[in-house]
């Protein structure tokens, strides 16, 4: 084992070698796929939300000017 790969060996310890490739096999690997928790948290909906809502108001306070000058640069 490398330093590379350390960092993947304690996941790849429980990984199933595979022997061949069936029906049953994508069926159990699709189960097992939807079905392990995975290493890093998924965004839960309500923090997605107040994320959202945050850069709504940072994006409408940084709107920049609300009105332009009527007058040409060239007629001042």
Same mark, same amino acid.
């Given at each position: ?11 790849? /310890?429980?990984? @199933?070698?595979? %022997?061949?490739? &069936? ?8 189960? *097992?796929? =939807?079905? +392990? ?12 939300? /107040?994320?959202? @809502?945050?850069? %709504?108001?940072? &994006? ?8 332009? *000058?009527? =007058?040409? +640069?060239?007629?001042?």
């Amino acid at each position: 084992m490398t330093v590379t790969n350390a960092a993947v060996r304690l996941h790849a /310890v429980s990984t @199933a070698v595979i %022997t061949s490739d &069936t029906a049953a096999s994508c069926t159990v690997a699709r189960a *097992d796929a =939807v079905s +392990i928790a995975r290493h890093t948290r998924n965004l839960p909906a309500a923090e997605a939300i /107040v994320a959202a @809502a945050q850069s %709504t108001a940072s &994006t409408i306070q940084k709107a920049g000017p609300t009105t332009m *000058d009527p =007058v040409p +640069i060239a007629g001042r």
